[in-house]
């Protein structure tokens, strides 16, 4: 089994809506998901890029995917690369696929002269965690993320 890693293109926003889906049909929201193809194309491939996605390729057949951008570290003076997500089939998973992306990013972290990688896990995903701590990851429990979206971030904004 050969596992190739390539940057996504335009022509892969209906794999990535599927991947999407399939993850939030994992994580047990199956209907959060508001993205549209044409969303995908237009925020990961359009005029004003700020987020980048990879496909994960098993023989040719796309497997999985990844999404990430970068921020700023104030502290570092550096770049960071997040990852916004990361998700391998379930049929195609423990074949070294989560692994490749995760490497093929901590590389690209490197090349851009990153000070760090950072993704997020939900604290009931063990399988997530076993797996990103096998690779050397160490948790950040001390952080409590925060978040306004939707009715509630317009609302703030308008205030």
Not at 72 to 82: C, E, I, N, P, Q
Not at 97 to 107: D, E, N, Q, T, Y
Request: proline share 1%; hydrophobic share 45%.
């Amino acid at each position: 089994m050969t596992i190739k890693i390539r940057a996504a293109v335009k022509s892969d926003a209906v794999t990535i809506l599927h991947f999407i889906n399939e993850l939030a049909v994992y994580e047990k929201e199956p209907d959060a998901v508001l993205n549209t193809v044409t969303d995908i194309e237009n925020k990961l491939f359009g005029n004003d890029v700020r987020a980048h996605a990879l496909i994960c390729e098993e023989q040719g057949e796309a497997i999985g995917f990844a999404v990430y951008f970068f921020n700023y570290s104030t502290w570092l003076g550096k770049y960071g690369l997040y990852l916004e997500d990361l998700y391998v089939s379930q049929n195609k998973r423990g074949n070294g696929a989560g692994k490749a992306i995760m490497k093929h990013l901590a590389r690209l972290a490197i090349e851009k002269d990153c000070g760090r990688f950072e993704w997020v896990v939900l604290d009931w995903n063990q399988p997530a965690i076993d797996f990103y701590q096998s690779i050397g990851a160490k948790q950040q429990n001390e952080w409590i993320i925060n978040r306004l979206s939707g009715d509630e971030l317009l609302a703030f904004a308008s205030k």
